[in-house]
């Protein structure tokens, strides 16, 4: 099992679904992690289940959309954790709407916190590792609708295109500093972002039978895929897609 004991590491929106599953897993192969999210309750239950597994954890408040805020909260996370080791830029909304009715505001509102916000923690992330001169690594969360269209799903489906480009950027500009950047493509998977899909019958049949696994994803299966991404060990991998979906985008 990978060890990261000793490691620090930031999941940004990392109280609940996907984020929460790979600051968990995390935990569980040693690191100390700290949650940067908006909602109080939920990062309070994570951080609870976090230090279960004998390891710190911390709730740090940050709109990863405000600049100065996600600048202090880098700098308190290393202040009571210790250097950083691995930032995972997983924060994201959705707000889904056909394209003839999505206002601009809205537009806006999806790009600032998946896209922006993923900016501003890695451009922060990055400016910490170099400083450091200690090398680390960088996790950018996409999905795997960047890879094909889907109704309502413009800004989404924009915002996690972007990321790709973002997180290759990251992983060819920062390789000089010992910074490794991947991207993670998770797939269909059972969190409260996608409840309202869910509850769609038809929706979730036509999504299983196109999984070759016939099945949805949870959460708990990227445990090991974060602990496996964040490894310090793994000196050689950057740039590379991660595509968890059950072999959904190969079917």
């Not at 413009?154 to 950027?169: C, I, M, P, Q, V």
């Not at 769609?200 to 445990?223: K, L, N, S, Y």
């Amino acid at each position: 099992m990978t060890d990261l004991t000793g490691l620090t590491a930031v999941v940004t929106g990392g109280n609940s679904g996907i984020g929460r599953a790979m600051a968990v897993g995390m935990a569980k192969a040693g690191a100390d992690v700290a949650i940067w999210a908006r909602d109080e309750k939920r990062s309070a239950e994570t951080v609870a289940e976090i230090t279960g597994y004998g390891v710190r954890a911390l709730a740090v408040g940050c709109d990863v959309t405000d600049e100065d805020a996600v600048a202090a909260a880098m700098e308190q996370t290393v202040t009571e954790l210790g250097p950083l080791g691995c930032l995972v830029a997983n924060a994201g909304v959705t707000d889904g709407a056909p394209i003839t009715e999505m206002t601009l505001d809205r537009w806006h509102r999806v790009l600032r916190t998946n896209l922006d916000g993923a900016f501003l923690s890695t451009r922060e992330a990055a400016r910490r590792f170099v400083a450091q001169d200690s090398g680390g690594s960088i996790v950018v969360v996409s999905s795997t609708v960047s890879r094909y269209g889907g109704t309502g799903l413009a800004a989404y489906s924009a915002s996690k295109t972007g990321l790709l480009g973002l997180g290759r950027t990251l992983a060819v500009e920062l390789a000089r500093y010992r910074v490794r950047c991947n991207i993670l493509l998770p797939g269909w998977t059972r969190t409260p972002m996608t409840e309202t899909l869910q509850a769609d019958d038809r929706f979730m049949a036509a999504t299983t039978a196109r999984t070759p696994v016939r099945r949805w994803g949870i959460p708990e299966e990227f445990h090991e895929v974060a602990a496996f991404l964040a490894d310090p060990a793994l000196t050689f991998h950057t740039g590379n897609e991660v595509v968890v979906d059950g072999g959904y985008s190969v079917f």
